[in-house]
């Protein structure tokens, strides 16, 4: 491919934007071309205006979820969820959208460059390779294991193969493929149950109970995107043993996360106490007989196994009550179909999931074992210790570290940046510089994974396919390449059978489905729909019970004990250099561009900290500093603190923003003994709350299933009567069409997959902490998040619903405008034209929904990040009032291309962003004049009719925004 090796100035950009999207035969599922064909010659594959669409893979996470990229003259500026990928089924979360500013992040490395002292040198890619293939060869020619990888386990099994093959051509076997948030633990318990290291996958739809012992499952724990949408059919409405119900959900964790939010009832415990609690709940089950006759196991075994964690035991030890420990067993192990979860760093406790799951007869129900499961990704911890020691020790002339950052995430007992630095060439592969480049002496520019070929291989059955969407940005190379050229040059026979990273990925492909007539064809056509996707086998395993005679001991729960977490956007760390991913607001605590330590009042109290105070938090491994967040929300004792934050590198939007957590944690565990020290400092923590209640207003309705089951109207909304308001004017006529939403609050999982599809789709400019905390945010739509007042205690433990224009048919905004900037549309939308507006922001304040933005400055961004703005969207300019509109340009799209070929707009032809992201589908769009569309359909659906509501109704705004009650079970008849 040709790539821009002359900087990045926007004609040279141009010149490959006029001709990269100009694919081969085969549109939407080959590369792009490799020759500049002006448009006075046009291809006949491009037609300026018109995007075009190719099915590739997300890198963000191991979940392996499809995406589409859409391309508008050589440049990828959308990614939506690919509808054949059996993961994602057409959806992707925030951090799957956040994936365009990994192309455009004006941070990336650019060229090869080369320690000098404390300066970076500019090599070129010739000298860059002699470099690294001089040493790799003294390195190999010294003996065995002389050279050294570090990468992501998520790599894909291709570029693993590549990868080793390497590794083999300078004769060593010093691997290392590491994720800071393991899977060991779980695969631990695996093997100890089952024999077998391979994870189960799981079917919450298929449950009527759930609990979860810290398993983010809607955030980040393991496959988010396809769990949140079985969630959502759990908690639908349906006839369950005679009786309309919804499912009921149980959360043990310290902290309460947007997951436990969703669910009945959260219990708080302490970090470290979950695998008492779920033995706890497997002892009640075993001795009140609630072991399913199809479990096959020996019960008198796995009755002495959980003997020393009767619910009375456990209570005092976790301060847990023992009725809520026997309630959780009894409801479980009554239950049609149950399915317990466990996440954390307690191989105990998901052995006690899995077990819950065996005993209750839930195993190839709710949870599954697969045949041809991939292999383990991660090295083993004890492999990754010796390959450090190597490094400490001199045997290591070489380390080669790709797309991961080993310096921040790992844990300080094992001194990475200690063991690198004892390595003569430490050479750093990747996009943006992060600490560990710090430590590099030769920096290679890697290509962004939409630049590259790639594959997938989350689970058995699920082969994702990745090709290169667009032109390198930058003048990058692709690992694969990189790595097949430079084994080549080691002179050992057969080092690389490839030509490149396409020639390896199309050699596995053929052996993928050897029986495939017509191979070319096979290939062609996993291209198109982004992989090869088949029905997986269900594997016959049994528990083995005689593996789990011991009683595992009970974990020591200290005085005052830190409980780290991902954050749900920026994970590990690797999210923190995306500026969408910093500015969509965390869930629960609502704040941006910032890490906080969450502290329970009364612990609080106890060492006079107040929020925003900076407190001083030490550990054994090592100490930070961060701001106080006092809440409720955290178990007392406890101090919770997101990891992703504390950047002393990694670019402009990373860099000096939050604390880590890791320096405190030793290896292996997510939870550790602190002392926390008030300091005299203060840091606000910013936020785009408002406020935490709803102040007894309908902004986001709940009522308990009983309530729906009866027909009765939930009380606590129950308003007077509006009587008919005399109209000032006339009504609005919409001859052809009034475009509309149905939301069902009950379905949504608070995973702002919405909020950064919005920004991505109409080129919405974030605006920073600062600038957050003179409530500037900028966002159209926004996660309306409250919580139950003390009154409605018995109400959800979160409310939370997608807030965004409403799209009045008696919009207060229109009115007052005095340029008529705000005016109605003939299809229902509240429009807004932006260069007659004079920025009064009378608009603004006479919005009761409070979804209008101003600019109040020019946005900014960055070469190369403006590339990724939406060509069929205006940005806006300083002093200019915007809002949602529904995705107008889409809809125009759509019309468009019904009146060119003479037809109505057919219904789901229109998709705004924020209705193609979602997950759990709880956004639908259409036209409220066909009584047909699935939109108005789902208004009046199997009781739904009843759980409709209009937000602030008594306003009398009309809004062309439907919402569908949250439900919840009632817990004081739990």
Known sequence: MRTMSEGFSRRSFLKLAATAGAAAAVPGCQPAARKLIPYVVPDENVIPGVPQFYATTCTECGAGCGVVARIREGRVIKLEGNPADPIGKGTICARGHAALQGVYNPDRLRNPMRRQGSSLKTLSWEDAEKLLNDALKAAAAKGKDRVAYIGPAHQGPTLRAITEAWLAAYQSKRGIFYEAISESPARDAAEMCFGRRDLPVYHLDKAEVLISFGADFNETWRSPVELARQFAGFRAPQMRRGKLAIGYAYYVSPRMSVTAGRCDEWIPAPAGAEAAIALSVLNVILSQGWVSPNAQVDVAGLKSFVASYDPASVSQQTGVPAKIIEAMGERFGKADGAVALAGGDDPATHAAAYVLN????????????????????????????????????????VLFIAETNPVFTMPPAWRAAEAIQKVPLVVWAGGVPGETAEYAHLLLPLHHPLEDWRDTFPRAGVHGLGQPVMQPVFWSKPLGDLLITSARESGAKNAAPWENSQDALRSAWTKLNPKAADAEGFWIQSLREGGYFETAQQAQVKLNVAALKTSPASRQLPKLVLAAYPHPFLYDGRGADKPWLQEVPEPVTQIVWDSWAEIHPETARQYGISTNQVVEIRSSEGVIKTSALVSERVCKGVVAIPTGQGHTALGRYAKGVGANPFALLKPGQWSAPITITPTHDTHELATALFKNHQLGRSIVEAQTVTELASGVQPREWQEPEVPKPHEMYPNWEYPTHQWGMTIDANACTGCSACVAACYAENN????????????????????????????????????????????????????????????????????????????????????????????????????????????????????????????????????????????????????????????????????MNDKNSEMMKRRVAAHNEQRAYASLKELNTQPAITYLRELYNEREKA
């Open 764 to 927: 919405i400019p974030v605006v920073g902490r600062e600038e957050v905390l003179n409530n500037r945010i900028m966002s159209w739509i926004r996660v309306e998040r409250f919580y139950p007042e003390k009154k409605y205690e018995h109400q959800p433990l979160l409310f939370l619903a997608p807030m965004l224009c409403q799209q009045c048919h008696h919009a207060p905004c229109e009115p007052v405008c005095p340029v008529f900037a705000a005016y109605h549309t003939q299809e229902g939308l509240n429009g807004q034209v932006y260069n007659r507006c004079v920025g009064t922001r009378y608009c603004e304040n006479n919005c009761p929904y409070k979804v209008r933005r101003f600019n109040w400055w020019e946005p900014e961004w960055p070469e190369p990040l403006n590339y990724q703005l939406n060509p069929d969207v205006t940005v806006r300019g300083a002093g200019v009032m915007e809002k949602c509109t529904f995705c107008v340009q889409r809809i125009r799209h759509a019309e468009i291309n019904a009146m060119i070929e003479k037809r109505p707009v057919r219904d789901g032809e229109i998709v705004p962003a924020c209705v193609q992201t979602c997950p759990t589908h709880a956004i639908s769009f259409g036209d």
């Open 358 to 397: 065996v005993v209750t007869g839930n195993l190839g129900r709710t949870m599954e074992f697969l045949e041809g499961m991939p292999p383990e990704p991660e090295t083993r911890t004890n492999d990754i210790v010796a390959a450090l020691d190597s490094m400490r020790n001199g045997e290591v002339d």
